[in-house]
């Protein structure tokens, strides 16, 4: 069964950092890229960044303005998000999910975790 | 990246068919066969029901389908149920290596 657990979430004072994990088990990890997808409260899903199966490949939302960082280790099966210059707009569920990549670029995310609340606020 | 227009809400009665619109621009929607759709319940994780515009992936009901014309994709709910109620978000790729979700459609089963 495929499962995928995500951490590290919490409360962040604005400017401060975070680092994200995914513990994905149940599949060949390094076979799939990843992805973080966030859900403000009681707002819609937001695509946040993307990871090719060996990390060649790496693709952000224009909107992050560079301040976060998507990365992974294979050998631990782990996916990581390092945010920072953290602001209240990040406010979110951030939740990891798998994309099948049924086509290169299809959006077919089909497993996602439970997702963890980072809130950012003084 | 360019935006996905969802209607708010969306309501049937039991046993009813409904459709759920996702409208883009040439530039996405219309410009990709690779437009998907997700089930989202209170307090759980999104679900994938329709990949690439009309495929289901292995354990959906066939009551879900999905189409698309031009810019906009479309999902039909048929034989609506209880258990259908639920937020329903359409995601599309966007080129440039992005993708974008639609804004999200709230079905209620009246």
């Known amino acids: 069964e495929v499962q995928l657990v995500e951490s590290g979430g919490g409360l962040v004072k604005p400017g401060g950092s975070l680092r994200l994990s995914c513990a994905a088990s149940?599949?060949?990890?390094?076979?799939?890229?990843m992805n973080w997808v966030r859900q403000a409260p009681g707002k819609g899903l937001e695509w946040v960044s993307s990871i090719s199966s060996t990390s060649t490949y790496i693709y952000y939302a224009d909107s992050l303005k560079g301040r976060f960082t998507i990365s992974r280790d294979n050998a631990k099966n782990s996916l990581y998000l390092q945010m920072n210059s953290l602001v209240a707009e990040d406010t979110a569920v951030y939740f990891c999910?798998?994309?099948?990549?049924?086509?290169?670029?299809?959006?077919?995310?089909?497993?996602w975790g439970q997702g963890t609340l980072v809130t950012v606020s003084s | 990246q360019s935006a996905l227009t969802q209607p708010a809400s969306v309501s049937g009665s039991p046993g009813q068919s409904i459709t759920i619109s996702c409208t883009g621009t040439t530039n996405s929607v219309g410009s990709y066969n690779l437009v998907s759709w997700f089930q989202q319940h209170p307090g759980k994780a999104p679900k994938l029901i329709i990949s690439e515009v009309n495929k289901r992936p292995s354990g959906v009901s066939d009551r879900f389908s999905g189409s698309k014309s031009g810019s906009t994709a479309s999902l039909t709910i048929a034989g609506l149920q209880a258990e259908d109620e639920a937020d329903y978000y359409c995601?599309?790729?966007?080129?440039?290596?992005?993708?974008?979700f639609g804004g999200g459609t709230k079905v209620t089963v009246l």
């Open positions: 149940g599949f060949v990890f390094s076979d799939y890229y």
């Open positions: 995601c599309s790729y966007v080129g440039y290596s992005s993708w974008v």
């Open positions: 999910a798998r994309r099948l990549g049924g086509q290169l670029w299809s959006a077919d995310f089909d497993s």
